[in-house]
C-alpha cells in the first residue's frame, strides 16, 4: 500500500501534532504492510526534522492550508499525482479530494468544534471557519478517526455521523525526556509546587487555578505554589494579560510561576518533581499532557468533564469544573497522602499510561486503510 499523509495546516504545528507525528510515522514505515509513505506539508511546519531518514518515507513541500477548497490545491495536486497513492490520511480534518482515491481524515482539535463559550465575536468567526472545514472533511471522507471515545460520541450525536464511518484510536504516550533537567526561571527554594501545562487558552480554565491560589492564602491562609507551563498564540496575548491581571488583582501573583514554553527536557522534571499534576481544560479531543503527566507518575487531579477520566481512569482524583472548594479539597487530599500512597498511585499512573502506545496507534490506523481499499 502507498500512503500519503496530508498535513493541511495555515503553516503552524502545536506541540501536541508534532508529537503525533515524531512518533507515528516510524511505526507507519516499519510495518510491512505499507510499501511507502509520503509525506506533505508546509515548509514552515519542518516535518522531515522530526523523524530519522528512512528509505520508506518521503517527504514534499505544500503551501499552507487556505478555508473553503473542496480539494487540494494544483501543486500538491501534481505531487499526488507523481506519487499515486493508494489512499490519503489527513490527520487536521481538512478537505483533501483527490480523484477517486479514498481519504481518512482524523479529528485531533475540538475547541473549534465545542469551546465557543470561553470566546469573543472574533475568536468566535475563526472558530466558526474550523468548524465548517472539520465538517465538511468529516462527511467527505470514507473513514473518520476519533482519538477519544468524547469526539466520537460528538460527531456521531451532533452531526449524525455514521457510527461504522467512525474508529476509534487513541494516541500513543509520549516518552519522558531521558534526562530531565530544572526550568532556569524556576525560583530556586520552590521545592514543593502544583504543576500545570497546556497552551493558554480560555478552554483550559486556568482561572480554576488563579482561584485555588486564592482561597489557599486568604480563606486558609495556607498559600500554594503553581508552576504553569504554556505559551499562548499571537490571537491569544489579550487572555493571557487578563488571566495574569486576575491573578494580580488576586493577591497571588507572587504563588505562580509562568515558565512559559519548556523543552521537553524540563516537563520532565516538572511532572517529576511537583507535588501535584492539575488538569483543568473543559475541551480537549485526546490530551497529550495527561499521558506524558501519568507516564512520569505525576500525582494527578483534574476535571470530571469529558475526554479527561477516559484517560486518566483510576489515575486521578476528580472535582468538578469550577468548583474552587472541591479543586482545594482534592488537592489538600493528594498532598496529605504518606510516601507509601504516593508510590502506589504514582505505579498506578505510569502503568495506565503503558495503556496507550505508539505500535497500537499505527497498527489500528493500517488495519483502517486496508478495510476501505
Same mark, same amino acid.
Given at each position: 500500500?502507498?500512503?500519503?499523509?496530508?498535513?493541511?495546516?495555515?503553516?503552524?504545528?502545536?506541540?501536541?501534532?508534532?508529537?503525533?507525528?515524531?512518533?507515528?510515522?516510524?511505526?507507519?514505515?516499519?510495518?510491512?504492510?505499507?510499501?511507502?509513505?509520503?509525506?506533505?506539508?508546509?515548509?514552515?511546519?519542518?516535518?522531515?526534522?522530526?523523524?530519522?531518514?528512512?528509505?520508506?518515507?518521503?517527504?514534499?513541500?505544500?503551501?499552507?492550508?487556505?478555508?473553503?477548497?473542496?480539494?487540494?490545491?494544483?501543486?500538491?495536486?501534481?505531487?499526488?499525482?507523481?506519487?499515486?497513492?493508494?489512499?490519503?490520511?489527513?490527520?487536521?480534518?481538512?478537505?483533501?479530494?483527490?480523484?477517486?482515491?479514498?481519504?481518512?481524515?482524523?479529528?485531533?482539535?475540538?475547541?473549534?468544534?465545542?469551546?465557543?463559550?470561553?470566546?469573543?465575536?472574533?475568536?468566535?468567526?475563526?472558530?466558526?471557519?474550523?468548524?465548517?472545514?472539520?465538517y465538511?472533511?468529516?462527511?467527505?471522507?470514507?473513514?473518520?478517526?476519533?482519538?477519544?471515545?468524547?469526539?466520537?460520541?460528538? *460527531?456521531?450525536?451532533?452531526?449524525?455521523i $455514521?457510527?461504522?464511518?467512525? =474508529?476509534?484510536?487513541?494516541? &500513543?504516550?509520549?516518552?519522558? /525526556? #531521558?534526562?530531565?533537567?530544572?526550568?532556569?526561571?524556576?525560583?530556586?527554594?520552590?521545592?514543593d509546587?502544583?504543576?500545570?501545562?497546556?497552551s493558554i487558552?480560555?478552554?483550559?480554565?486556568?482561572?480554576?487555578?488563579?482561584?485555588?491560589?486564592?482561597?489557599?492564602?486568604?480563606?486558609?491562609?495556607?498559600?500554594v505554589?503553581?508552576?504553569?507551563?504554556?505559551?499562548?498564540?499571537?490571537?491569544?496575548?489579550?487572555?493571557?494579560?487578563? *488571566?495574569?491581571?486576575?491573578?494580580?488583582? $488576586?493577591?497571588?501573583?507572587? =504563588?505562580?510561576?509562568?515558565? &512559559?514554553?519548556?523543552?521537553? /527536557? #524540563?516537563?520532565?522534571?516538572?511532572?517529576?518533581?511537583?507535588?501535584?499534576?492539575?488538569?483543568?481544560?473543559?475541551?480537549?479531543?485526546?490530551?497529550?499532557?495527561?499521558?506524558?503527566?501519568?507516564?512520569?507518575?505525576?500525582?494527578?487531579?483534574?476535571?470530571?468533564?469529558?475526554p479527561?477520566p477516559?484517560?486518566?481512569?483510576?489515575?486521578?482524583?476528580?472535582?468538578?469544573?469550577?468548583?474552587?472548594?472541591?479543586?482545594?479539597?482534592r *488537592?489538600?487530599?493528594?498532598?496529605?497522602?504518606?510516601?507509601?500512597?504516593?508510590?502506589?498511585?504514582?505505579?498506578?499512573?505510569?502503568?495506565?499510561?503503558?495503556?496507550?502506545?505508539?505500535?497500537?496507534?499505527?497498527?489500528?490506523?493500517?488495519?483502517?486503510?486496508?478495510?476501505?481499499?
Amino acid at each position: 500500500m502507498k500512503l500519503a499523509i496530508l498535513n493541511l495546516t495555515g503553516g503552524g504545528i502545536s506541540g501536541g501534532y508534532k508529537n503525533y507525528l515524531r512518533n507515528i510515522l516510524p511505526y507507519l514505515a516499519a510495518d510491512n504492510r505499507l510499501e511507502s509513505l509520503f509525506c506533505v506539508s508546509p515548509v514552515s511546519m519542518g516535518v522531515e526534522s522530526l523523524v530519522s531518514a528512512s528509505d520508506k518515507i518521503r517527504f514534499a513541500s505544500c503551501a499552507p492550508f487556505k478555508p473553503f477548497r473542496n480539494g487540494v490545491d494544483k501543486e500538491t495536486a501534481r505531487l499526488l499525482s507523481s506519487y499515486g497513492p493508494d489512499a490519503i490520511f489527513v490527520p487536521t480534518a481538512r478537505v483533501a479530494r483527490f480523484r477517486n482515491v479514498p481519504v481518512v481524515t482524523m479529528i485531533q482539535n475540538m475547541a473549534p468544534l465545542a469551546a465557543w463559550e470561553w470566546y469573543g465575536l472574533w475568536q468566535k468567526f475563526k472558530l466558526l471557519v474550523q468548524k465548517y472545514e472539520t465538517y465538511k472533511a468529516v462527511c467527505q471522507a470514507e473513514k473518520v478517526i476519533a482519538i477519544s471515545g468524547y469526539v466520537r460520541r460528538f *460527531i456521531s450525536e451532533k452531526w449524525g455521523i $455514521a457510527d461504522e464511518k467512525i =474508529d476509534s484510536i487513541y494516541f &500513543g504516550t509520549p516518552l519522558p /525526556a #531521558e534526562n530531565p533537567v530544572r526550568p532556569p526561571n524556576l525560583p530556586e527554594d520552590w521545592r514543593d509546587f502544583i504543576f500545570t501545562a497546556g497552551s493558554i487558552e480560555p478552554y483550559r480554565c486556568l482561572e480554576d487555578v488563579i482561584k485555588c491560589a486564592e482561597y489557599c492564602r486568604k480563606k486558609l491562609a495556607v498559600p500554594v505554589r503553581i508552576v504553569i507551563a504554556g505559551q499562548a498564540k499571537q490571537d491569544m496575548h489579550k487572555y493571557e494579560r487578563y *488571566i495574569k491581571n486576575m491573578a494580580l488583582k $488576586a493577591g497571588v501573583a507572587p =504563588d505562580l510561576c509562568w515558565v &512559559g514554553q519548556i523543552p521537553e /527536557a #524540563e516537563m520532565t522534571w516538572c511532572y517529576r518533581n511537583c507535588s501535584a499534576f492539575i488538569m483543568t481544560s473543559r475541551v480537549e479531543a485526546g490530551p497529550t499532557t495527561v499521558l506524558e503527566a501519568m507516564s512520569c507518575g505525576a500525582i494527578c487531579v483534574a476535571a470530571d468533564n469529558a475526554p479527561l477520566p477516559e484517560f486518566f481512569g483510576n489515575a486521578a482524583v476528580y472535582y468538578r469544573p469550577g468548583d474552587i472548594q472541591m479543586l482545594v479539597f482534592r *488537592i489538600r487530599e493528594v498532598l496529605s497522602w504518606d510516601a507509601e500512597k504516593r508510590k502506589k498511585v504514582s505505579a498506578a499512573a505510569y502503568a495506565r499510561s503503558c495503556e496507550f502506545t505508539w505500535k497500537k496507534s499505527a497498527e489500528k490506523t493500517i488495519d483502517l486503510l486496508e478495510r476501505i481499499l
